[in-house]
């Protein structure tokens, strides 16, 4: 068997090995501790003997007796015997069926992402867990050290355990509060490595095909959410733009500016196709509403269809940021006018350097040059992201040449 | 997992009022104390809660160089003040959170939920 088809084995079966044995011992650190245990044998015994008949089985089976080693080799008596006990419910059947086994990974999935948790210990967990990374991928992932990611991880866990959150899938009355916890994590998980330039461009594409791996996983798992099907719709089209979005030099391209040949149709098509099929709910939500804009985007919709789409999403989603997206697609859908008063009205987001950066950009339209010039720099003391700076720097700089020249607004 | 539910409120709104308007809100909120109450139990038999004297009528203790320093008063001037607490044994966090939202004093003040350390 090839590595790369050993990795996929692992990463498919990682999450409901962890989730089976969490669920049975109650606890997710010593899991995975067996979890791990059970896939270096296998990556020892199989290229031997062969992969056997039920990976998934084998695992489980392998990761209960090593759970069993752990535990009795553990110091304190307190829990052993309950623990013992409680891992005799596990099928001892190399071959058996996986799919007979309970799939337990959505309350894998709502475990890690819990509310009790800070929300980089959520990500880091989902990626962990749920995604069957290793700690080192995590780390470099988000450019911290490993032994710092690990420390994150430990902390994360053992908050688990001492505060005592629940390794199970939320009552009903709670579930659509705590599925949008778990949609949140999975878009930062997307946006670190989207949003974000810095780093190894490898390993951020990475994170972005994991969030997508992920979101498929939560379509799978919930497939009566259009929420989900509306993040993952959302994750495609936003993905389909990564190619045109920086220029060879390292450059940001706005969307309007860039080079259309180089989206993934292919990567557009299936986000349409999840988009229609969340829309069939008739359950409109905020991702579902990010995606038809996107979708807007890749279709070349008119940009006052889109502005009208904002609206719906402002009316859902009123906070700051939808409101000044909202308000961005106003103007460019041709009133620049009130989508600066929109702009101008907004609280609470001085701090976000976005805001300053949109409201240079219709003052600029409206050759008001002056006073883009000091919100431009207001954009600019705001950020660290060097290739936004550059952008910045770049039109603060044609600013002063065009002088005066007044721009028509396009759209 | 045995948790403590901390009861945090701001008992001077409770001493500023007048004698039959304290008892007037006492009464009202009366009936939403018997449903947590009835809740509790069930949730844990064993559960064990008090209500605590005004946070003004407190003493601090402190030893200083071998001295016993008692003084008057909660120890940080803060509004919001411990005035009950709660021992409860509940399967898990998401259960210690519904039974603290059920608190009536959970919309004037704040519940702050303690997992107790098992040794």
């Keep these: 068997m090839t590595a790369p088809a050993l990795e ?40 031997r003997d062969g992969t056997p008949r039920s990976p998934g089985a084998w695992i489980v089976t392998t990761a209960r007796n090593r ?32 799919s007979t086994i309970p799939d337990d990974r959505l309350a894998l999935v709502f475990t890690c992402c819990h509310p009790a948790l800070a929300v980089d210990a959520r990500i880091a967990l989902t990626l962990r867990e749920v995604g069957g990374l290793a700690t080192n991928g995590i780390a470099r992932a988000f450019l911290v050290a490993e032994p710092t990611m690990a420390q994150r991880l430990v902390r994360a866990k053992r908050r688990l355990r001492e505060t005592g959150i629940p390794f199970r899938i939320p009552p009903d009355e709670v579930l ?40 498929k996983l939560l379509c799978v798992l919930l497939p ?8 993952l719709a959302l994750l495609l089209l936003q993905d389909s733009r990564r190619d045109a979005r920086i220029a060879p030099d390292g450059e940001l391209v706005l969307l309007a500016d860039q080079d259309r040949s180089l989206w993934d149709r292919d990567e557009i098509g299936e986000g349409l196709h999840v988009l229609r099929r969340a829309e069939s709910f008739r359950r409109p939500g905020p991702y579902q509403l990010q995606a038809a804009i996107a979708a807007g985007h890749a279709e070349g919709t008119d940009l006052a269809t889109i502005a009208a789409v904002y609206d719906a999403l402002v009316a859902v989603d009123p906070s700051p940021v939808a409101r000044l997206n909202r308000a961005v697609a106003i103007a460019l859908a041709g009133d620049a006018e009130t989508g600066l008063a929109l702009v101008d009205e907004l609280e609470g987001l001085d701090g976000y350097p ?16 002056e006073e883009a010039a000091e919100s431009y720099r207001t954009a600019l003391a705001l950020t660290d992201n060097a290739p936004e700076r550059r952008f910045l720097e770049r039109r603060l700089a044609e600013l002063g040449r065009s002088g005066e020249h007044r721009e028509q607004p396009s759209g | 997992m045995r948790y403590a539910l901390l009861v ?25 104390w018997l449903t947590l109450f009835e809740e509790m139990a069930k949730a ?49 966090l998401d259960e210690a959170i519904r039974i603290a939202a059920l608190v009536p004093t959970a919309e004037t003040g704040s519940l702050e939920i303690r997992p107790v350390v098992e040794r």
Excluded at chain 1, 9 to 14: L, S, T, V
Excluded at chain 1, 176 to 201: K, S
Excluded at chain 1, 224 to 231: I, K, M, N, R, V
Aim: hydrophobic share 45%; proline share 4%.
């Design chain 1, 176 to 215: 659509p509060e705590r599925v949008a916890d778990v949609l949140r994590v999975l878009y930062l998980v997307f946006n670190e490595g989207y949003a974000a330039t810095t780093g190894d461009e490898l390993v951020r594409r990475d994170l972005c095909a994991e969030a997508i791996r992920l979101a």
């Design chain 2, 8 to 32: 945090y409120g701001d008992q001077s709104a409770w001493a500023g009022l007048e004698g039959a308007e304290a008892t007037r809100r006492r009464a009202e909120s009366m009936p939403r």
């Design chain 1, 354 to 369: 976005y805001r300053h950066a949109a409201r240079a950009d219709l003052l600029r339209r409206l050759g008001r040059a």
């Design chain 1, 67 to 98: 759970a069993i080693d752990r535990i009795r080799r553990e110091r304190t008596f307190a829990r052993k015997a309950e623990l013992l006990a409680r891992l005799e419910v596990i099928s001892t059947d190399e071959d058996a069926d996986v």
């Design chain 1, 8 to 47: 996929a084995i692992f990463r498919e079966e990682w999450p409901r090995a962890v989730a089976i044995l969490a669920r049975v011992l109650g606890d997710l650190a010593l899991a995975e501790d067996a979890v791990q245990d059970a896939f270096a044998k296998a990556l020892e015994r199989w290229p």
């Design chain 2, 44 to 92: 844990d038999p064993g559960v064990a809660g008090r209500e605590l004297v005004a946070a003004s009528e407190a003493k601090v203790v402190r030893v200083v160089d071998g001295e016993r320093v008692v003084t008057d008063g909660p120890f940080a001037e803060t509004k919001e003040q411990l005035g009950g607490l709660f021992v409860t044994t509940l399967p898990d």
């Design chain 1, 224 to 231: 009566d959410e259009p929420e989900a099907l509306g993040l």
